[in-house]
């Protein structure tokens, strides 16, 4: 979650409504990045090994 750090991770993983202990109200869509790096996860493994053995040559 590139930008993102510690207590701001889960909230913009997920779905927020209604509102927090601080009275604050909140209706946010969730970014999902969690979810998208997960399901492409061999292709970004097979994209970083690739340009790892370029860099050797």
């Known amino acids: 979650m590139a930008g993102l750090s510690g207590h701001l991770r889960a909230p913009a993983e997920l779905w927020i409504f209604g509102a927090d202990k601080l009275g604050r109200v909140f209706n946010q869509q969730g970014s999902y990045f969690l979810e998208y790096a997960i399901e ?5 493994v097979a994209q970083a090994a690739k340009e790892m053995e370029a860099g050797k040559k």
Do not use: A, F, R
């Open 40 to 44: 492409k996860w061999p292709q970004i």
